[in-house]
């Protein structure tokens, strides 16, 4: 699942060397965690979160198959003061 959030957001994303994905397994539910640069963040959230929900779409759809749950997260870069 990993693999498949990456491929996407690098398509999605003008800097995709700046694309992290990490996996934090839980009991019944695992979380994708998205960090993509400050700038392309509006890229992968999309307008009015539709690509961001269309994601989530296929990331639960492939989640079925394997019969585990998956919740994607998108992070913001944080600020620099």
């Not at 990490?22 to 999309?46: F, M, N, P, Y």
């Not at 307008?47 to 019969?67: N, P």
């Amino acid at each position: 699942m990993k693999e498949l959030v990456a491929a996407m957001a690098k398509a999605l994303v003008d800097k995709p060397d700046m694309v992290v994905v990490k996996e934090v397994d839980g009991a019944q539910t695992s979380i994708i965690e998205l960090h993509v640069a400050e700038a392309d963040l509006r890229h992968v959230i999309g307008k009015e979160g539709r690509t961001a929900r269309a994601m989530r779409d296929i990331l639960y759809a492939a989640s079925k198959k394997l019969g585990r749950r998956y919740h994607l997260e998108i992070i913001e870069p944080k600020k620099k003061s």
